[in-house]
């Protein structure tokens, strides 16, 4: 089985291309940059950083072409999107208190005989919940696919045949990060949820994030808002049982046990892991096969070493 | 709490050395809990603090302890607070006071009319963002003229592009009444490249607009709202890719420059969809011609007729104001009025003062919610 590595943020620290090499990869690989969007092209960088063996799939220039020749599957997109969102901000107001509760309760002290039974019910409320918006999400997505048939429509079919001549001279996959949802729509458009299995892949931050079964958005001290971690949507998949959390130094108060416990249970039994600049994560026959640099979220509050965790 | 004076003052006959020690013992004003103390030490008739905190005898005189040539204040500070002041000493055998920097605290606020001294609350501290981010990508700064029959004359504008600008994309446009003073004095080039950095504000132009005679055209000027929506956006919607939607266009300014930028929305209701309004100078007179002089005499009128009429000129306002100023009144009083017009609007008060370091604080809040950026989404 191909290997699945999640890296951290490659702006200051490139662990790509070693962790393409460390792979035995030596052939040409697809990059998707669709979350970069209009800068999607602008990947020199990324081309010079693996030797100019990179070819760019343009999802994001290739969706605009396929919604502009395709006003109605465009308008029947813009549709689903808008519904998603407004379920989005359903899901947001039920969460802030269901949050509220289980950190409340997480964070109260008194007689454990009495509080712990009370602080699990509270915390599957928050699962049952994420759960919940899950499935419904789940069920828009399989509702738009069965009445509009994407794949199956000539302005999508072109761009997914032309894909899939390139990624069969491609050795491996690498996904950016950039705009989460922008990145997973783009996928799975052209159906790379399905044709990316089995190959190898080597995504990074955002990218990294898609490439799960759950796509967790998460910053504890926005400008704005709560900050409760939300989950946005079912990932591709490539891996699971865990959740990635690029740019964690930065975007969550590490330092509070209350709030790094609550994320761990939250999402158990996946792992809950901080993935900062320079952690690696590799995946290979559905398990963890290897891991530095990531930290993993505890239910006691703490950071532990991922691969020790593991082990 | 004992305070640190008074412990010294407790301990009798004082001489050089323990006054030496004192000094050197704490960093002044000596913040202790709700307490700040200050010192000036040398021969002096009197010495008074001279402050900008609304609501307090501006100049508060200062006691010589015992027999030495150290005098003090204690001043009670609201924690959070940040205040501004000058030491004002009529040296000894003189009767002419002069106002100094306090020559014992070394932070200080510089405005277009100088420097002044800083006193932090306990809790205070200057916001990390404010501050130069090595890893925040940097904008750049390009200067146009544009040409104003509103005001009759060439206009200079500095125009902030963000890093990574694109002709390929449009941005929001945001237009900055005292733009080189928001430079100077308030960090924004700074802020910008942090809060876009950070994904906090989307990537956006900015328009610095300076005025050579702001108290006269920042008064609802018919010839300034001229400028902007008839004269310098369409200008930069010539060279620059921008988002034509109101909510991607705003207005930003502090003191008479929230004048400007409500007064100038008022003349062209719609066009400009987000107003930041700072310290805004919104004098009113409920009977006779107000109590701040004539120079305020047009900003009087269209304040009285905004109350009078109040319309939704934008969509979203954002109102800030120091509890240490005189403003407070005028400010306070105008949040349900804006209200009433059906715009959203958020109002927040600082423990501070007019001063261009509070404006700086309250800009991540205020532009975070005027044009909120991709952070829930974006993770590169």
Known sequence: ??????????????????????????????????????????????????????????????????????????????????????????YRQRLAFAKEAARALLGKGGDPALLEPERRHALESLRDLDEHHRRRLRQIRRDFDERWQPLSRPAVARHVEALGRTLGSCEAVGIAGGHVAVLLNRLRLFGLDRTLRGMPIFAWSGGAMVATDRLVLFHDSPPQGAGNAEVL???????????????????????????????????????????????RITWENFALRDARGARQLTAEGALVDLAEERA | ????????????????????????????????????????????????????????????????????????????????????????????????????????NPHLANDPFGANSVCHGATYQRPEWTLPDDEARRGALETL??????????????????ARFRTRRRYPLLVAHDGGDYLRYSSLRTVLDNLIHRLEIPPMVVALTTSSDRLVEYADHPGHARFLAEELLPALEARYPLRREPAQR????????????????????GRFGRLLLQSGSFAFADIGAGRRGPVFDPVVRFVNRFREEPQRVAERVFVSCGIYESLIYENRSMVPILQRTGMEVRYVEAWDGHNWENWRDRLREGLSWLFPGPLWMVYE
Request: charged letters at 25%; one cysteine or more; aromatic letters at 8%.
């Open chain 1, 233 to 279: 949507e079912e990932g591709l998949g490539l891996c699971q049982g865990i959740v990635p959390l690029p740019h964690a130094r930065r975007r969550l108060h590490l330092a509070d046990p209350l709030r790094v416990a609550l994320l761990a249970r939250r999402f158990a039994p996946a792992a809950v892991v901080a993935l900062d600049d320079g952690g």
């Open chain 1, 1 to 90: 089985m191909a290997p699945v590595v999640l890296l951290g943020p490659q702006r200051f620290t490139r662990t790509l291309g070693e962790a393409v090499r460390a792979a035995g990869i030596e052939g040409r690989i697809g990059v998707v940059s669709a979350g970069w969007q209009e800068r999607e092209r602008e990947d020199d960088e990324l081309r010079d950083h693996l030797q100019g063996r990179t070819v760019n799939l343009l999802l994001y220039a290739r969706g605009e072409e396929a919604f502009g020749a395709d006003p109605e599957l465009f308008a029947a997109h813009r549709e689903r999107q808008d519904l998603l969102r407004r379920l989005q901000e359903l």
């Open chain 2, 1 to 104: 709490m004992t305070l640190a004076i008074r412990e010294l003052e407790r301990r009798g006959a004082l001489g050089r050395e323990d006054v030496d020690a004192f000094l050197a013992a704490h960093a002044f004003p000596l913040v202790e809990g709700s307490s700040a103390t200050f010192v000036w030490r040398g021969e002096a008739e009197s010495v008074h603090l001279q402050h900008w905190v609304f609501g307090l005898p501006s100049a508060q005189p200062f006691t010589r302890l015992g027999e030495t040539d150290l005098w003090y204040f204690i001043q009670e500070l609201p924690p959070r607070s940040r205040v501004e002041y000058k030491l004002e000493i009529v040296p000894r055998g003189e009767t002419r006071s002069r106002l100094v920097l306090d020559p014992l």
């Open chain 2, 250 to 269: 705003g207005l930003m300014g502090a003191s008479f420059g929230g004048v400007a930028s409500l007064a100038a929305a008022s003349r062209y209701p």
């Open chain 2, 145 to 162: 003229e544009v040409a104003s029959e509103g005001l009759g004359r060439t206009v200079p504008v500095d125009v902030y592009l963000p």
